[in-house]
């Protein structure tokens, strides 16, 4: 009986000492602590501007949440990658730019609610550029300047030969000096390549009749041939370019960014593609022609695009694979259920729409 009070005091103690563990695990880690928030550059969700100031749509809201919480953080800039393992590995505290929820990520760190929701977008060279770029490399090709090149030469040529048989009995048409007689004579011979004919001027000499109904036997082919190359050149690069959803990207040279969830589809779908560094690279890759479509996150596709490449790199008008984007914090994180409380506050706010609108337009 004498052991019973000493009995009833151990239980007070382990009872508020469980009530004390429970109280730490329910709290968020020291707020006093300097936290490290990972991020890239993905404009509009988090860039730089030319202060070197971080800004954005994530970023703004990360600072409006922080504030709320009285917490402190500093930025470091990380490649997607090493955003990815720092949160991994517990390097980072938290990471916030336009990055995806995904299964694969989530097993391995923890998100919070999502703060947008969005989708893959495919941007392709606009209609009118990419036919006339394909045009334009079609000119530049060996062949074809070598086409052009004789020619040239075989105008030249015949030019000369037809001056030389009516420079004496057809003084008034290309008589004068050597030069002006040949003038008249690559006039000549360019109206009548062309079946334009003016009748300005006409061998009259048989020698002259003669290679003019040679030059337009030639002409009628290389006129043939030229409108010829132009249409192919042209059929072709509107079925190069013909791509109007992710159906037509097998059929097509593809670009992606890496470690990203459009190369993540890419690899799930077994598309074949390049994978760049950034999306810079890879709009740049697209606007040289050396791939036909890049996939990737629809908003920030169309953010750089209709700043750097408006009229040469237009999207596809509809969007796939539904992407959400939310704060990446490690495993476990304290800081998970404040933060998402905050975060569904302030994006059920008018100043949420507001910060939409002065990104995205919308």
Do not use: C
């Not at 990419?130 to 000119?139: D, I, N, R």
């Not at 030389?164 to 360019?190: C, D, H, P, Q």
């Not at 700043?307 to 476990?332: C, V």
């Amino acid at each position: 009986m004498k052991i019973r009070p000493t009995i009833y005091l151990l239980a007070i103690f382990l009872l508020l000492f469980n009530n004390i563990l429970k109280a730490q695990n329910t709290q968020p880690a020291n707020t006093e602590k300097i936290l490290l928030v990972g991020t890239k550059e993905a404009p509009p969700f988090s860039f730089k501007n030319n202060n070197g100031e971080w800004k954005g749509i994530a970023i703004e809201l990360w600072e409006n949440i922080a504030l709320e919480m009285n917490l402190k953080y500093t930025y470091t800039e990380l490649p997607l990658k090493e955003l990815l393992d720092g949160l991994t590995y517990n390097k980072l505290d938290a990471t916030v730019s336009a990055l995806t929820l995904t299964t694969e990520r989530e097993k391995l760190f923890d998100f919070t609610h999502p703060f947008y929701n969005t989708g893959l977008g495919i941007a392709v060279q606009s209609e009118k550029s990419s036919v006339w770029k394909a045009v334009l490399k079609e000119f530049l090709t060996t062949e074809f300047l070598e086409i052009i090149g004789a020619l040239i030469g075989g105008l030249i040529i015949i030019s000369i030969i037809i001056w030389l048989f009516e420079r004496k009995k057809n003084r008034a048409e290309f008589g004068g000096t050597t030069k002006e007689g040949i003038s008249s004579a690559i006039w000549w011979s360019v109206v009548t390549m062309t079946a334009v004919g003016y009748g300005d001027k006409v061998p009259k000499t048989l020698g002259g009749r003669l290679f003019s109904i040679i030059w337009m036997f030639i002409g009628i082919i290389l006129i043939s041939t030229f409108i010829a190359t132009i249409t192919s050149v042209l059929t072709v690069s509107q079925l190069e370019f013909s791509i109007k959803g992710p159906e037509d990207l097998n059929s097509n040279r593809i670009g992606t960014i890496k470690y990203t969830t459009s190369e993540i589809y890419m690899q799930s779908n077994r598309i074949v593609y390049i994978a760049y560094d950034s999306v810079e690279e890879g709009l740049e890759a697209l606007n040289n022609g050396k791939i036909n479509a890049l996939v990737y996150d629809a908003p920030l596709l169309q953010y750089i695009i209709n700043k750097e490449y408006k009229g040469e790199i237009e999207m596809i008008p509809n969007t796939f694979l539904r992407q959400d984007y939310g704060i990446a914090l490690p495993q476990g994180s304290l800081f998970r259920e404040p933060i998402n409380r905050l975060l569904l506050k302030n994006i059920h706010e008018e100043q949420w729409q507001d910060l939409l609108y002065k990104y995205l337009g919308k």
